[in-house]
């Protein structure tokens, strides 16, 4: 079997290859990522000398790219997105370009070598907000209603693939995931942020009240999902993937990695609120655990803690990763460096 992992140089997308070489040692794998601030190749190191393991450097939103690195693939796994909603606030348009246009030829690409499975990795944010108060969850019949053009960008590349399964006969599915943790994950993003700037002995920035909540998942479950739905999941489905129920607030995550690396509270710094913030994300994952027998294996404290010895023991990882246009656009989002 040979895949085509699209974005294979990001956070999960490099996650699920070392996942997939090890649990598939049989597979190829090409990995298809055009490197832009957030893939590095670094977070593939060791598995670049797998002979079954090949890099290309491309762009989705190129057809001519885009063609040659899917001729000959069985399955296209696309993890390839612009992924950061504070920089889909500043610059809307590369997420419409890589996320709605990269994914539209990704498809056609996908009818045109008659693909077996186009797994498409997708977020639980397309759904929008739930309020503090809501007990009820995001679930695979929940309306879209996206806040971001981020999250508009995923929706409108989710209505893409959902319409090549209706159209085309595309066999197709789709995964809606909540907020994933783990090693090699940006810095950008609220919880590697948190560590990295508290071992560097700065502040936490903490949007608005800090009382936002979300739905968090160790990325190797993800993975896990992901492998599940590809081999047993119902062509033309969508499945909902979240983590162990536990509704926690941004500022209670924040307080545990403090508590973990031994630092007071006077390490958090509350910020300017991010516009139009979504208050909170919930997932029922009851389709994938009762159709797949899926159910995330990793507790957030357990594996929170293992996080953070990570980036603790990668610190040479991260200080490359917060290079001068990471500084740049940290000035920009934060006022400061
Ligand atoms: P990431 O930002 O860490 O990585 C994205 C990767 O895509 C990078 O390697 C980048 O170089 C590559 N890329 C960007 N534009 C490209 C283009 N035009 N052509 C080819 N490659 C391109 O993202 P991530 O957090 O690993 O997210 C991966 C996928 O999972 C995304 O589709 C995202 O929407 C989805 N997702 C993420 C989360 C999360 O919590 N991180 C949760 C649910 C779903
Ligand atoms: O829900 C899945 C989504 O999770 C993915 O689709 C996105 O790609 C991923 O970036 C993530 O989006 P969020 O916006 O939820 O993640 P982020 O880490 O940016 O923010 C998490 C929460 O922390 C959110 O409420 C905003 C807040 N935050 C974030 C940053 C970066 C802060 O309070 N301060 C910060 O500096």
Known sequence: ????????????????????TSNHPDDEIVNFDKLTYAGNLENLKGIEKNKKYSFIQGDISSIEQVTKAMDGADIVVNFAAETHVDRSIL?????IITNVAGTQILLDVALKFEIKRFMHISTDEVFGSLELEDTNKFNERTNYNPASPYSASKAGSDHLVRS????????????????NFGPYQ?????IPLAITNILEGKKVPVYGDGLYVRDWLYVEDHCRAIDLILQKGRIGETYCIGGVAEEINNL????????????????????KDRPGHDRKYSVDWSKIKNELGWSPLHG???????TINWYKDNQDWWKRVKNKDYLKYYKKQYGTV
């Open 1 to 20: 079997m040979k895949l085509l992992i699209t974005g294979g140089a990001g956070f999960i997308g490099s996650n699920f290859i070392r996942y997939w």
């Open 300 to 306: 957030l404290d357990e594996w929170l803690t293992q």
């Open 252 to 271: 209670s995550v924040i307080k545990k990695i403090l508590n973990i690396l031994e630092k007071d509270e006077s390490s958090i710094e509350y910020v």
């Open 91 to 95: 610059e809307p348009a590369p997420f």
């Open 186 to 190: 940006f810095p950008e993003k609220l």
């Open 164 to 179: 090549y399964y209706h159209t085309y006969g595309l066999p197709i599915n789709i995964s809606n995931c909540s907020n």
